[in-house]
C-alpha cells in the first residue's frame, strides 16, 4: 500500500493525520510516523501544513535519548471557535466555545422560541457578534454552529419536522440560514439530544448506554444505545413527553391527546395542579419557589410527578436497558423531591436484572448540558477529514 493510500482521502493527507492529534495527547513526529505507518519525511510535511492552519502547535519537547529533544505537537483548541446555541421554548442560550468545547463566552436571553426562525436565528447571529466583539474575535475564526431545537429535527437536513410548540419552523432550512448568513455549516438537532451528548461527555464518556431525560416546559429524551445517539427514523426517538401515563385520564395535552406524560409532569403541568389546589403557582420558577420553601402541598406534587416519569421509565429500561438514567431541565432542581418519585416507580416495576446496575441521577452538567453538546456536535463536523480538507484547500 502506498503512503498517499495510508493517508486518506484528503489532497495531502493531512486531515487524516489530524485525526490523531484530536484528542490533544501530544506526539513527537517519529511518533505519529509509527502510528500512521508513514515515513518521518512525509509526517513533517503534514505537520508542517497543520501548523500553517493553526489547528496544531507546539506543546514543548520530549525526553530525549540524546541529542536535541524531539518537539511534541498537540491540537491548538483556541485556534478556531464554535457558535454553540440551545434553544428551548421560551430561551435562547448563545456560546462561543474552542474546539475542546471550553466556553469563552456566553449569553442567554428569555425569548419564545414561537417567535419563529428568522427572528429567533437573527438574534443568534446578533448576539454571537457581540460575544466576538467581546474576546476579540472575528468571524472568520467561527468554523461551525451547532444549534438545538426545542421539537423533532431531521438531523440529516437540520430541518425541524411538524415540531408542536414552533409555528413557522417546519421545515425550514437551518443550515443554509446560517451558511447564508454566517458562511458556516450548521449543525441542528433536537434540543435534549444535545443535552444527551453534552452530559456525557461531561459526567459519563464511557458510558455505552445512557437516558437522558429533560423536565422543563416539556419532557423529552435523548438516547445512547451502545454508545451512538439513537435518533429514529423521523428525529422523534425519545419524545417521552406524549406517552400515556395512566393517571392521566380526561386531561388534554397542547398535542390534542388526553393523558400525556407532559400534560401531567412537566414544570407547567405541576404548577396548574397547585394552583387548583389554591397556591400561587403560574409557572415552573414558582413550583421551585415553594418546593425550596418546604411547602408540602408542592413537594408531594413534585414527587408524584416523578412517579408518572418512573411509570414511563419503568418501560424504557425495559426496552433499553440503559445503564444510567439522567434527570435534567429545569425541574431537576427539585433535586430529591422529583427524583425519588422517579426511584420508587423504576426500581419497584422494573426486573430486577434491568435495575441491578442502573443508577439514576441528577445532571452533572446542569443548564449548560445543552451548549456543551451543541459545541461538541459542532467540533466533531469541523475537525472531521472532510472539513480539515476542505480548510486545507482553501
Known sequence: MSETQRGGAGPSGASELFQLLRDGQPYTRAELAERAGLARSTVGLRVDELLGLGLIAPVGEAASSGGR????????????????????????????????SNILASDLQHRPISDGPERVLEHVVDTARKLLASIGRSE?????????????????????????????????DVPAWMMATLGIPALVDNDVNIMAIGERTVAFPATQDLLFVKVATGIGSGIFSGGALQRGAQGTAGDLGHVRVSRGDGVRCDCGNEGC???????????????DQGLDARTSADVLELVASGNETAIAAVRQAGRDIGEVLTTCVSLINPSVIVIGGSMADAGE??????????????????????????????????????????SEHALSPQSVDALLAS
Not at 437536513?157 to 417546519?170: A, K
Not at 407532559?262 to 403541568?269: F, Y
Not at 405541576?270 to 394552583?275: D, V
Not at 426486573?351 to 448540558?369: D, N
Open 261 to 275: 406524560l407532559e400534560a401531567m409532569a412537566s414544570g407547567p403541568a405541576i404548577a396548574r395542579q397547585l394552583r
Open 69 to 100: 529533544p524531539p518537539s511534541q505537537f498537540a491540537l491548538n483548541p483556541g485556534a478556531r471557535l464554535v457558535l454553540a446555541v440551545d434553544c428551548g421554548a421560551s430561551h435562547q442560550t448563545v456560546v462561543l466555545s474552542d474546539l475542546s
Open 140 to 172: 472568520s475564526d467561527l468554523i461551525a454552529a451547532g444549534i438545538g431545537l426545542p421539537g423533532p429535527v431531521e438531523h440529516a437536513t437540520g430541518r425541524p419536522v411538524q415540531p408542536p410548540i414552533m409555528p413557522g419552523w417546519d421545515g425550514f
Open 337 to 378: 423531591h422529583l427524583i425519588s418519585g422517579i426511584h420508587d416507580v423504576v426500581y419497584a416495576r422494573s426486573m430486577p436484572i434491568a435495575t441491578s446496575s442502573l443508577s439514576i441521577v441528577l445532571s452533572a452538567a446542569g443548564e449548560a448540558a445543552g451548549v456543551i453538546g451543541a459545541s461538541v456536535l459542532a
